[in-house]
């Protein structure tokens, strides 16, 4: 079975610019989450989609937003980009989660973002 | 609401020796998760060893093991014999166990473990 899959691995992009950035999920799960990771705050959890609805979100400005497609591969997009935004974005993938299957998120290799 | 903290920025081990990290969370919640990830530079984030509060019994993967004390909030994992190649960034993280959909995670800022040959 294919892994998480991100897209694209690396950007480099301007201050004012707008990004997006894209994920696929493991075959058969239907939850995406996306996280930002830096040297200095670690994982910071962004949101997380489950059928094409935002279920959670963490404290991220408006600048930050998402969706999810019908065939569950998720979209991020930043806009104004600022210096701040260059991190590691990571997303991650999990059938709906019940304490019987277990609930373990599988990771894509990240999105390594650059903004000058 | 829930914080993971992991208290160790860095650690080193020798090779085939024992290393302890450590994790403490904070949470009002009786019922969650907690997990430990790994992540080799420039590589994907893998889980090593997931825990269950309701179950007393510590859990084990091979070299990996954990110390769950869920009184005192702490959650350390012990590598044993460990290789070169465990040497990543580890993270430990919190989850609730709510099924409502407003589960999400929460990680730690990770601990950089060296392995030294």
């Known amino acids: 079975k294919a892994g998480v899959t991100q897209t694209p691995r690396y950007l480099i992009k301007t201050r004012g610019q707008q990004v997006t950035l894209s994920c696929s999920p493991i075959?058969?799960?239907?939850?995406v989450s996306w996280y930002q990771q830096t040297p200095g705050q670690g994982l910071q959890f962004l949101f997380e989609y489950f059928s094409e609805t935002q279920r959670n979100k963490g404290n991220f400005p408006g600048r930050f937003s998402g969706r999810q497609f019908s065939n569950s591969r998720s979209e991020m997009n930043v806009s104004t980009l600022e210096l701040g935004d260059s991190a590691l974005y990571l997303c991650?993938?999990?059938?709906?989660?019940?304490?019987?299957?277990?609930?373990?998120?599988?990771f894509g290799p990240g999105t390594r973002l650059t903004v000058l | 609401a829930q914080t993971v903290t992991q208290s160790q920025p860095e650690m080193s081990v020798q090779e085939a020796e024992t290393v302890t990290l450590s994790c403490t969370y904070d949470?009002?919640?009786?019922?969650?998760?907690l997990f430990w990830y790994k992540q080799p530079p420039s590589r994907q984030m893998i889980l090593v060893i997931r825990?269950?509060?309701?179950?007393?019994q510590n859990a084990t993967e091979n070299r990996f093991s954990v110390n769950f004390q869920k009184a005192a909030k702490s959650f350390s994992l012990k590598i044993s014999d460990s290789q070169l190649g465990d040497a990543a960034m580890y993270f430990c993280a919190y989850r609730s166990s709510q099924f409502s959909g407003t589960y999400k995670y929460i990680f730690g800022t990770g601990t950089r473990l060296k392995v030294l040959a």
């Open positions: 825990q269950e509060a309701y179950k007393q």
């Open positions: 949470t009002s919640e009786s019922d969650y998760y």
């Open positions: 075959s058969g799960h239907r939850s």
């Open positions: 991650a993938s999990s059938f709906r989660p019940t304490r019987d299957r277990g609930n373990e998120q599988f």
